[in-house]
C-alpha cells in the first residue's frame, strides 16, 4: 500500500493486507481534503449493516473536508462478512448460543 495516491476529493480504493492469515480484500471509500493527506487527521467511519459505506463515506464527508480531515470508510460486504455476526465479531467467534472462538490467525482483527 505504500504507493498508494489518494487524490483530493472522494473516491475508492482496494486493500490487501497481504500479511493477515484470511486474505481478503476490502473496498474502502475516502474524503480527501484539497489540503493533502500528509498533516491530515484520519476519520475512520464505520458502516451499519446496512453495508451503505459510499453513503456513510458523503455523509461524513462536507465536514471532515471544512476541517481538513480524511475519511475513510471500508466496506465489509456480504460475500466476505455475510451477516450480523461475521460483521460485529470480526470473525472472533461463532454466533450464539456457541461459544467458539477461533484462533487468532482467522481473527479479522489479528495483528
Sequence with gaps: MGDLQL???LGSFLFFDCEAAIQRTIRVFYSSPSSGVREARVVVGMHGID???EQFRDVLAGQARRNG???LVPEFDLGQF???Y???FGGVRLPPP???V???D???LAS
Design 7 to 9: 487524490h483530493d476529493g
Design 51 to 53: 453495508r451503505a459505506a
Design 69 to 71: 480531515q480524511l475519511v
Design 82 to 84: 455475510p451477516d450480523f
Design 86 to 88: 461475521a460483521y460485529n
Design 98 to 100: 456457541s461459544h467458539t
Design 102 to 104: 477461533f484462533s487468532r
Design 106 to 108: 482467522q481473527w479479522n
